[in-house]
């Protein structure tokens, strides 16, 4: 139950394309979903985040889909660019954990010029 | 900006030794974590911190032990190194956000191989 189901485990897109990942977790206490990215050699940082009064969340090319009922969230990045090749987490956390977040298993992202 | 500083980027280390894994953080945050990071496993919590000398278990604490004598500093030993704990690992620190949401800042990463 404390689970967050990351997939895929790596995606290609083209330049330009949409990069979609999703996420899926059990637990209906769960109510902070963040993404973060990671580059090589770098660690994890926060891209952008949402809770569950909403259903979506953009940020410039980036975009948090959430659906309650069906318990699952993803990232959407528009018009993917090479810069966008990256590791991306999403996590879930329960609001009074202080922090407890669970980690999904992670997306190697690759954006091909 | 926020900077969380891991002391060594790479280590090599025989089976047995014991390993110092040292954090500082610079933005005076209450909290302070300890991850590790394998492939297709994520982000696996090892220990965090909520306040000097404080310290809680995460989900994989065994083989690792944490000191946090000061508010920046957190420190993260393997008291007996084995080959299982070749892994990359990651500090990070935040404040409390409200309700427990709130950005976490993560280091660059410390990758340790035993031998």
């Known amino acids: 139950q404390q689970q967050v189901k990351q997939s895929p485990q790596s995606l290609i897109v083209q330049k330009g394309g949409i990069s979609i990942i999703n996420c899926a977790y059990e637990?209906?206490?769960?109510?902070?979903f963040p993404w973060y990215q990671q580059f090589p050699g770098k660690g994890p940082a926060l891209l952008i985040a949402?809770?569950?009064d909403v259903s979506e969340k953009k940020e410039g090319r980036f975009t948090i889909s959430f659906n309650k009922s069906a318990k699952q969230f993803s990232l959407h990045i528009m018009d993917s660019q090479p810069g966008d090749s990256a590791t991306y987490f999403c996590?879930?956390?329960?609001?009074?954990?202080?922090?407890?977040?669970?980690w999904g298993a992670g997306t190697k992202l690759i954006i091909k010029p | 900006d926020v900077k969380v500083t891991q002391s060594s980027r790479y280590l090599v280390k025989r089976t047995g030794e014991k390993v110092f894994l040292e954090c500082v953080q610079d933005?005076?945050?209450?909290?302070m974590f300890w991850y590790r990071q394998d492939p297709g496993l994520g982000l696996r919590l090892i220990y965090f911190?909520?306040?000097?000398?404080?310290?809680e278990k995460g989900d994989i604490p065994e083989g690792y032990s944490v000191s946090r004598e000061k508010k920046e500093r957190f420190s993260l030993i393997l008291e007996s190194a084995s080959t299982n704990q070749t892994s990359m690992y990651l500090c990070?620190?935040?404040?409390?956000?409200?309700?427990?949401?709130?950005?976490?800042?993560f280091g660059e990463g410390s990758r340790l191989t035993v031998l």
């Open positions: 996590a879930a956390s329960i609001a009074d954990s202080n922090y407890q977040l669970i």
């Open positions: 637990n209906t206490a769960f109510d902070y």
């Open positions: 949402i809770r569950p």
């Open positions: 933005m005076d945050h209450e909290n």
């Open positions: 911190s909520y306040d000097v000398k404080m310290k």
């Open positions: 990070a620190s935040g404040t409390p956000g409200t309700q427990g949401t709130g950005e976490l800042f």
